[in-house]
């Protein structure tokens, strides 16, 4: 504004609506900004094809790890030998990057259904070891059978003593752990399985491998359908159907329910008693992390979510877990899950790394297992506002059961009935710079602008105040000049105002 070309008149109106609008804008950003802003962002995180989260959620947003560990059977020529307890050595960690895309969505709001299409990458940087590292375990295919068998007729026991026998079966195999991982492996004992093709029997390759045939399968883990937050914010992210089910079919009543998160989008305004749920498609079930603890990390306020000893309980700590003990089968004790139901009802259990909170009984048999607190629980840390995790660790053991069988010659003699560990799976992933700083300023916009509009508001008052000052004392630009032009001292000469 140039005073020199303005009137006093125009001075008054420039000053009093630059002040007034300043005012007004301090008022709303200092009253109405952060509840605007917070309406905003809800308004913008349900799931949509080319919404602001959809990028993402798609594809996996930030770097994530999958790191396995093997357990090496150091002694099996030992399994026979009273004294001497089979000895377990953890090799590893063999760390692969994991990136997720999704794949095949079809869109039915408030619900979209996908598949997760999976690709690992071997990270020897990252790795303490090679796939060429040799890992002893248990012929666990011989177990699974004589397992079956024990349900059968003596007749029959004594055929599945002889077909082990002759076929392929063993107390432990050896391979590479290229090959227990991605690669597979031939075994004579499934070979013969599978030509059967026997429904009792459902063995469809004479090829094995943790993660066989699962590196880029977008059809490995099945099809979720996940709510999108259309209509019911709270509910976002929550897994409605698995294989187009709400069901599961492994487990009776609410065990067999199809709920929690699939760890990759998750509902916000959380509650601090809410339990997080994440359904695991490989165990058929969902697991539950507590609230832990409040924290600040990088500046935002987070909550800590951790593994209890209820989080893999079966009924021993909450009735309502009881249902995934099934009556045909050996219900185990807290902190481990029977794994069978999905993994061909075989004798594999599902626990935290080296029996981390379970019975001591879990390892009193075995060597070589040392349970840590800070290294083998499982936490999410989440920002609860947003419901964004700033950093998860999820880890899970599969082991298998070892016992005396006097009907099965290759395991008559076993000195100790044992659980030998197989191998845990741990899935890491932290959120980066970046998308950190992108949650700071979500997260901080309501603050900000509401110091920013009582800066505004003291602003536009200075600005007002300071206009009538001026106004009631005339000190406007020329507006004493201008009035001396009004009334002049000497009548009769012409006096010109500039």
């Not at 009792?200 to 491998?209: A, C, D, E, I, R």
């Not at 937050?229 to 409605?240: A, E, P």
Request: aromatic share 12%; hydrophobic share 35%; proline share 6%.
């Amino acid at each position: 504004m140039c005073c020199r070309c303005c009137s006093v008149r125009q001075q008054k109106i420039w000053v009093f609506t630059v002040g007034g609008l300043i005012l007004v804008i301090g008022i709303f950003l200092s009253t109405a900004w952060p509840a605007v802003l917070r309406q905003w962002i809800r308004s913008i995180m349900p799931l949509a094809p080319n919404s602001f989260i959809y990028k993402r959620w798609v594809t996996t947003p930030t770097p994530l790890y999958s790191t396995i560990y093997l357990f090496n059977w150091t002694n099996p020529e030992d399994l026979n030998t009273e004294g001497v307890k089979p000895n377990f050595e953890q090799l590893g960690p063999y760390t692969f990057s994991d990136f997720k895309v999704k794949e095949d969505l079809k869109w039915n709001q408030p619900e979209v259904t996908y598949y997760g299409k999976r690709t690992w990458h071997f990270l020897p940087e990252k790795s303490n070891g090679s796939l060429e590292d040799v890992v002893i375990a248990p012929h666990f295919p011989t177990l699974t059978a004589a397992f079956y068998s024990r349900r059968l007729r003596r007749i029959l026991r004594k055929v599945m003593n002889f077909a082990l026998n002759r076929e392929g079966g063993a107390t432990h195999m050896t391979h590479t752990a290229g090959q227990w991982l991605f690669d597979g492996y031939y075994d004579h004992l499934l070979d013969f399985v599978e030509q059967l093709h026997s429904p009792l029997l459902p063995v469809y390759s004479n090829t094995f491998g943790w993660f066989y045939e699962r590196n880029n399968s977008k059809t490995a883990e099945g099809n979720f359908t996940v709510h999108t937050g259309h209509g019911d914010l709270s509910r976002m992210g929550d897994l409605l159907l698995w294989n187009g089910k709400n069901s599961t079919g492994f487990y009776p009543g609410e065990c067999g329910k199809v709920n929690g998160s699939t760890g990759e989008l998750w509902s916000p305004d959380r509650t601090w008693d809410q339990p997080t749920s994440i359904f695991l498609s490989d165990a058929a079930r969902y697991l539950n992390l507590y609230p832990k603890e409040n924290l600040t990390v990088d500046g935002i306020d987070v909550w800590r979510y951790e593994s209890t000893n209820r989080t893999l309980d079966n009924g021993q700590l909450s009735p309502d877990t009881e249902c995934f003990c099934l009556k045909n089968r050996e219900c185990p004790r807290n902190g481990v899950l029977d794994y069978g139901p999905p993994a061909f009802n075989g004798p594999f259990y599902m626990s935290h790394p080296h029996f981390y909170l379970t019975d001591e009984m879990y390892r009193e048999n075995t060597t070589g297992l040392q349970p840590e607190e800070s290294e083998h629980g499982m936490f999410v840390i989440m920002e609860p506002t947003l419901g964004i995790p700033l950093n998860l660790r999820g880890q899970l053991m599969i082991s298998t059961k070892v016992v005396r069988d006097e009907a099965i010659d290759l395991f008559k003699d076993v000195a100790y009935d044992h659980y030998a560990p197989l191998f845990t799976m741990k899935i890491h992933a932290e959120l980066d710079e970046g998308l950190t700083s992108l949650l700071k300023l979500a997260l901080n916009a309501g603050t900000i602008g509401m110091y920013t509009g009582i800066g505004l508001l003291l602003l536009g008052l200075s600005v007002m105040i300071i206009g009538i000052f001026v106004t009631k004392n005339h000190k406007w630009y020329n507006e004493q000049k201008a009035e001396g032009c009004d009334k002049p001292k000497v009548a009769d000469k012409q006096v010109k105002c500039t």
